[in-house]
């Protein structure tokens, strides 16, 4: 996982909004969150927890098949952040793409890898969830510019011979709530859009039917957690730990309650962190394998909900794929790669200045030799 450096508190927030820690505290269990420095950006963040899971994995960049980035923050509509991330990490035989569905981006994205290994594609894959949520957050608008923070995390799958790894996947959507969360920002459709639209909402900005999510996602995390159990021939007896979505420690709580199960099952920390969107699963994870909370062999279930409608249930075996013999080399080849991928993108970008300055010069010469011509047959000086 990555996250910014600088933390934003309650009590700062009461500072630019009407509101108190003790609402936001009691409301939603969030005290802090972390925003991005003026130098982070999605990709940049989703950079370091891929290098860091890549580090933790024992991998190379040049081993990767594919990034997939989940997040509804993009620097671009395209290029794409999984793009970025992947020249930056000089994985040079991988594919990448950016993946949209919200807050459940990442348990969809880990499913897309995981299948793409499954049928023999590819071999290894690493998904990250990566958001700059403070770029888009309306902060005049308390009722969503308390909630969401921004980070990122990522995960790295590969093939192996040992049972395990995406058991299941409950991947679903219902674009009739489409109008509850969003952001709207330049599309297809309308180039030339004011920046409040009809319907209130501001373009570029992120808005939000905080009560109308909140009844669907208490819906939809108990349901579909119990399809992707019944799915793998599994019950929730069988589960370790429950890695949700991050949203609001009463959404959790009432899940809980739903699937009649002991709230410790569930991984909290959005105290820390707030809402990250499609960074939150991830984080939450890390934090959760840091603090000895997953061991190999243990079943997890991760469930995320959001913009769309979407929301996405996914059990997993967690298990590291037996580790080959440690590479000695590998830490200073990663380093290589980083390096070497820095001055490749330096270079590319040169030598395409330096042909387009060159391309810009000819045709100036090729008239300025045609006058010549002209004026030689005049026998003008
Ligand atoms: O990641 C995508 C998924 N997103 C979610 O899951 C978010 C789901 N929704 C929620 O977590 C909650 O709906 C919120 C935390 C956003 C809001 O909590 P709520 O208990 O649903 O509050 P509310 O929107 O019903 O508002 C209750 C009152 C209102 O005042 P009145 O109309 O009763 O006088 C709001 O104006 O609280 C007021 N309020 C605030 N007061 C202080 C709303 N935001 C704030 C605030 N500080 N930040």
């Not at 959790?252 to 569930?266: G, H, M, P, V």
Request: glycine share 8%; aromatic share 6%; net charge neutral.
């Amino acid at each position: 996982m990555a996250v910014p450096e600088k933390v934003l508190t309650n009590d700062d927030l009461a500072a630019i909004v009407e509101t108190t820690d003790e609402w936001i505290v009691t409301r939603t269990g969030i005290r802090e969150r972390r925003i991005a420095s003026e130098r982070e950006t999605t990709a940049t963040l989703g950079l370091k927890a891929a290098q860091r899971a890549l580090e933790i994995a024992d991998m190379l960049p040049a081993d990767l098949d594919m990034v997939i980035v989940a997040t509804s923050t993009p620097e671009n509509i395209f290029p794409s952040a999984a793009s970025l991330i992947q020249a930056w990490l000089g994985a040079n035989k991988a594919g990448a793409f950016d993946l949209s569905a919200a807050c459940s981006g990442f348990v969809y994205a880990v499913n897309m890898a995981a299948q793409a290994i499954r049928s023999g594609s590819i071999k290894t894959a690493v998904v990250i969830g990566a958001e700059t949520m403070s770029r888009i957050l309306d902060w005049q608008d308390r009722g969503t510019c308390i909630l969401f923070g921004d980070g990122a995390g990522a995960v790295v799958l590969r093939a192996s011979g040992t049972p395990g790894g995406v058991l299941s996947a409950v991947l679903r959507s219902d674009g009739t709530g489409g109008d509850l969360l969003g952001i709207p920002t330049v599309g297809s459709l309308d180039m030339h859009v004011p920046d409040t639209l009809p319907n209130g909402h501001k373009l570029h900005k992120m808005h939000m039917n905080g009560s109308e999510v909140f009844k669907f996602a208490t819906r939809v995390i108990a349901e579909s957690v119990h399809q992707a159990l019944e799915m793998a021939n599994l019950s929730v007896r069988d589960v370790k730990l429950i890695v949700p979505h991050q949203a609001n420690t009463r959404i959790i709580q009432a899940a809980a309650r739903a699937l009649k199960l002991d709230e410790s099952l569930f991984m909290l920390n959005l105290d820390k962190y707030g809402n990250t969107s499609s960074a939150s699963i991830p984080i939450a994870l890390c934090e959760a394998v840091q603090q000895g909370k997953v061991q190999d062999g243990d079943h997890l279930v991760f469930v995320g909900f959001g913009g769309g409608l979407t929301w996405a249930s996914m059990v997993v075996q967690w298990g590291a794929p037996e580790q080959e013999e440690r590479q000695r080399f590998n830490r200073q080849r990663r380093q290589l790669s980083y390096v070497g991928a820095y001055w490749r993108g330096r270079l590319a970008r040169l030598s395409r200045q330096v042909a387009e300055a060159i391309a810009r010069i000819r045709p100036e010469r090729g008239r300025m030799s045609r006058l010549r011509r002209r004026l030689d047959s005049y026998d003008i000086e």
